[in-house]
């Protein structure tokens, strides 16, 4: 069994019986994003489920995605509560809408990821530079042998929809 | 549709001392709050045979507590669950009762919900490992209460426009409330202002977004109409009651949309049904404050306004005292204290015996000034009907209507 990994004073626990995050790890770490596919529906799932959400067949395959998407929700943490992330504070936690089965299968349903947005170095992106609508991409923070953390980083596309921030 | 309304009451309610040091065992305190509301109701400890209690981890199980009151079960059940849970909890009382498997039921929660386990999640709750599903949101620094859910307030303020100074009006309110309050922790009234000018904790919430870790134990008791009629007080009839009903994907609720729906979209189709009445019959709510916008995003998705204009809702003046329909008369979440829900259903009860605990003189009596300035009423003037809406986050969510 892999020994936890230490990132940021928590010890993440990813044992081999971990059923649904230790293969997504192993694609993150070769840096590939993957999700769920349904073998019998064809609809993609994150995070990783054990049955299909839409028909309950419990058949399914890794499925790589572009790693492309928008920025639909932010947060800005101020008051760090884990003693690891005191020092990088002021840091955006997004919630990123994949661009793969967005609105489906019903109008209000999307991939949807959290991570941080950060720069190449992975230290956060600016607060000025945080906006629902803009445009992210995948990239992957090494942790060890065999983890990695997804993360987002932000591109030159224009924004998708409404640009907006908090104001202030 | 199948209810039970009015066949089951609430008749006895207790709490202890709300404070940052208690100093003491959640086992002492849970046992105080429960001593209290079996005296308040009339009852003996041999009245009580059913017991349930929620926790996190955090708390004494009910096998202890029930032993040092002399309490033999019928029934209980130790629960995990936070907020959302005491509306629950009376529904599975009243399911048990009517089962036949017992007769009155204790439902408590007692937490040093700043001395030991914050609640906040800083301390042993910040340091506990992850796994699971955890993975998908604390790796990021996305662990506290506010950090879950402030991504929620934040797509409403995008998709409908809402202010920060909008639901500042929410502690506005609560402290209003507070000040007439005499267990109340932060009994100062603050303005928009201050709020605004409060730190962020992580935006769009500040400080006193927030509400108040504490230390303290509270209880109420459920039992039939029938058992009720020959106890101290008057009453709480239960109308209509939902139970953490939940939003789909609850794994990762962010994965259904709109982010800025909560439970109550869900919920209000049972409770209201089931009590035969509409939003407009309430007097008093009881909207969970976990955060200034938490009371806001239930209060339109329950429909006391449309859907989007909560800011509009909870900054007109219509839930503060002297309002058409007042909101957590206690200061609850924000100021009173942080319990989990329970608090704002035992105030809810206290408001329909006309029994509030105030700064009145007599109120103990029912003889109310109805005088909104500090210092003094807390009392609304003949309420009829009450109604909690418990939040346990976004995507789950109780109700509870009440009556006199």
């Given amino acids: 069994m892999p020994q936890p990994v230490q990132y940021r004073g928590m010890a993440l626990i990813v044992p081999d019986n971990d059923s649904e995050w230790k293969e997504f790890y192993e694609h993150a770490r070769a840096h590939r994003l993957v999700v769920r596919k349904c073998n019998a529906c064809g609809l993609m799932r994150y995070p990783p489920t054990h049955a299909c959400p839409w028909c309950m067949d419990l058949g399914w395959t890794w499925q790589e995605v572009s790693g492309r998407g928008t920025i639909y929700s932010y947060e800005i943490v101020a008051h760090a509560i884990q003693p690891g992330f005191k020092a990088l504070t002021p840091y955006a936690v997004v919630l990123i809408e994949l661009d793969e089965q967005r609105g489906k299968p019903t109008a209000d349903e999307a991939l949807r990821v959290i991570a941080n947005l950060v720069q190449p170095d992975f230290t956060p992106e600016p607060e000025a530079n945080v906006a629902i609508g803009k445009r992210v991409r995948v990239v992957f923070q090494d942790l060890a042998d065999h983890m990695a953390l997804p993360q987002f980083t932000l591109t030159e596309e224009p924004a998708q929809g409404r640009l907006w921030r908090l104001p202030g | ?404």
């Fill in chain 2, 1 to 404: 549709m199948n209810t039970l309304r009015d066949k089951y009451c609430i008749v006895g309610v207790g709490e202890t001392e709300y404070s940052r040091s208690s100093r003491r065992t959640t086992r002492a305190m849970a046992v105080e709050a429960i001593r209290k509301a079996i005296l308040d109701a009339g009852l003996k400890a041999a009245d009580v045979d059913g017991m349930l209690d929620y926790q996190g981890g955090d708390s004494t199980l009910a096998n202890s507590v029930a032993s040092d009151l002399g309490i033999r079960f019928n029934f209980y059940m130790d629960v995990m669950g936070g907020g959302s849970s005491t509306e629950a909890l009376v529904g599975l009382a009243m399911g048990a009762i009517e089962a036949g498997m017992c007769n009155t039921v204790a439902i408590y929660r007692s937490m040093n919900g700043y001395s030991e386990f914050r609640i906040g999640g800083t301390g042993a709750r910040a340091a506990q490992p992850v796994r699971g599903l955890d993975l998908a949101q604390v790796p990021y620094g996305m662990r506290s209460a506010g950090q879950n859910f402030a991504p929620t307030f934040m797509r409403h303020m995008y998709e409908y426009g809402t202010t920060s100074e909008q639901v500042a009006h929410v502690r506005v309110a609560h402290s209003k409330h507070a000040s007439q309050n005499p267990k109340a922790l932060l009994k100062e009234r603050v303005t928009v202002q201050d709020v605004l000018n409060s730190r962020w904790i992580v935006k769009p919430l500040h400080l006193l977004d927030c509400c108040l870790e504490t230390d303290n134990a509270t209880c109420i008791i459920v039992t039939s109409t029938e058992r009720a009629r020959n106890l101290k007080h008057r009453p709480a009839y239960i109308m209509g009651v939902a139970g953490r009903v939940s939003k789909p994907r609850l794994d990762f609720h962010w994965a259904h949309g709109p982010i800025s729906r909560v439970a109550g979209y869900y919920a209000k189709d049972i409770v209201f049904p089931q009590a035969g009445i509409t939003p407009e019959d309430v007097d008093v709510t009881g909207s969970y404050d976990a955060f200034t916008f938490t009371t806001m995003l239930q209060l339109e998705e329950y429909g006391f306004c449309k859907k989007g204009e909560g800011g509009a809702y909870v900054s007109s003046g219509i839930i503060e005292l002297g309002g058409k329909r007042p909101n957590n008369t206690s200061g609850s979440h924000l100021c009173e204290g942080y319990t989990h829900g329970m608090s704002m259903v035992i105030e809810n009860v206290r408001q329909l015996r006309g029994t509030v605990d105030d700064y009145c003189p007599r109120a103990t009596d029912g003889v109310h000034t109805y005088d909104y300035s500090p210092g003094h009423c807390r009392q609304v003037k003949d309420v009829e009907i009450t109604m909690n809406l418990g939040w346990a986050m976004p995507a789950t969510g109780s109700a509870l209507i009440m009556r006199r």
